[in-house]
């Protein structure tokens, strides 16, 4: 989650998490799902696919929090995610909390 | 809350895959062609609002957007150049328990099919029009659409455009549309809302879809790939819903205004027809049944 203060009750916090799986031989590589995830978990891989686009790759799998955007943004239908088990912060996590103060707002 | 798509951990289809033609897949758009993900928004619509598939059908005219027709899992008609509203008008009076939809380019219902359009809307024939702008003719090489916007270059204005562009919203409301709205290919929330909230609405319901188009508006005009056009849209356009669809013109490169602007409930051609016939001929008239005059299963 994105916050613009640290919550007091951030070890309460409950967290979706998905799993996002992508079919890369049918991307055509616009880059729509990795400018768009609001947590990043995507990156452009280097690699070429069947097609000879770059497909996303995973790169935070932890982070997904099963919004569903880069599955309904995606014209290609090459990427959707699947709702996992709510998860609460680490201590870890908690402790190396950074608030975001600007955030980039879209609105969808 | 929407209805959540029921998933089993399938990795290798997608789960709008239902909905889609996956065996012709992959679709002739272009890369960062946004046609797709107007496609994939009203997917889910059908989707969360349950309806039954076999009782939708889709009708497209020619062009890239008119493609979507075929690729969608439903029962479609791809039609000849702008005659997407008149096919999709004889299968809603001769079958009028389906829920019909078009689906089509803005060259190809304000351009070449702009009267069958304006007289849908006139006579409020119980349609969902889905037009998806991009500006330009696609698919036959960057002409010049009557959705261009003053200054942008086209292949037959090179030199940028001088004619008045359409403001399609405004089109529709003022022939009489009972739902109107418009959004870009970027507010895949609104957009999906707006597709399940007309798809439970009566009468002509008009939905624009600002679109990106690569190949041949963006690399005309020097404006980048798909993806400079969706950031274009995010920092461009403003929800205003409810205003007055004689301000939402839009100039090159310049504010958006998307929202939903007119939904209200008038009575449709099929409603007029059958109270206008059993007051005038009482006893005699005999309506058809919903499932159409002639086919019966
Ligand atoms: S579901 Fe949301 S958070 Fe997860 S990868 Fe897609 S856009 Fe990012
Ligand atoms: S949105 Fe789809 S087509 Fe575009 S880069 Fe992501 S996975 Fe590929
Ligand atoms: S020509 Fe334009 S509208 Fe047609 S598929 Fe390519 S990008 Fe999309």
């Known amino acids: ?108 | 809350m929407s209805k959540v798509i029921e998933r089993t951990i399938d990795a290798t289809e997608h789960p709008i895959s239902p909905y889609i033609r996956m065996d012709r897949m992959p679709h002739i758009w272009c890369p960062t062609c946004g046609i797709g993900t107007v496609v994939k928004c009203y997917a889910t619509a059908l989707d969360e609002s349950g309806i039954d598939i076999n009782k939708v059908s889709i009708v497209s005219g020619i062009g890239c957007t008119g493609r979507t027709a075929g690729y969608m899992n439903l029962d479609g008609f791809h039609t000849t150049h702008g005659r997407a509203v008149p096919f999709a008008t004889g299968l809603k009076l001769g079958r009028p328990e389906l829920l019909v939809t078009v689906f089509s380019g803005d060259g190809d219902l304000v351009g070449i099919g702009g009267n069958h359009f304006i007289h849908a809307a006139r006579r409020n024939i119980d349609l969902l029009v889905i037009l998806i702008n991009n500006f330009i003719y696609g698919m036959t090489g960057g002409q010049n659409a009557p959705t261009t916007p003053i200054t942008a270059k086209t292949s037959t204005m090179p030199f940028g455009n001088f004619e008045r562009p359409f403001n399609i919203p405004h089109l529709a409301a003022s022939c009489g549309a009972s739902y109107v709205a418009r959004y870009t290919s970027l507010h895949v929330r609104r957009m999906t809302k707006a597709f399940k909230e007309a798809l439970s609405r009566k009468g002509f319901r008009f939905i624009e879809i600002v679109t990106p188009c690569s190949t041949l508006y963006a690399r005309l005009n020097k404006l980048g790939t798909g993806l400079n056009l969706i950031n274009y849209y995010e920092k461009s356009s403003e929800i205003r819903n409810g205003v007055d669809t004689r301000d939402i013109d839009i100039s090159f490169q310049d504010k958006i205004i998307c929202g939903k602007f007119i939904d209200e409930e008038r009575p449709t051609f099929l409603d007029m027809m059958h109270d206008h016939y059993k007051r005038t001929l009482g006893d005699r008239y005999v309506p058809m049944s919903n499932e159409g005059g002639m086919i019966r299963e």
């Not at chain 1, 967290?15 to 049918?26: F, N, T, Y």
């Not at chain 1, 097609?51 to 959707?80: D, W």
Request: net charge negative.
């Open chain 1, 1 to 108: 989650m994105k916050f613009w203060r640290k919550p007091l009750d951030l070890d309460q916090v409950e967290i979706p998490r998905g799993e996002v799986h992508i079919i890369a031989d049918r991307c055509k590589g616009c880059e729509f799902c990795v400018e768009y995830c609001p947590k990043d978990v995507l990156e452009m891989s280097t690699e070429f696919n069947a097609k000879g686009y770059h497909s996303p790759i995973v790169v935070k799998p932890n982070e997904c929090v099963n919004c569903g955007l880069c599955e309904m943004i995606c014209p290609e239908f090459a990427i959707f995610c699947i709702q996992l088990e709510n998860r609460r912060l680490v201590d870890q996590e908690i402790e190396s909390f950074e608030p975001e103060t600007t955030p980039r707002m879209v609105a969808l």
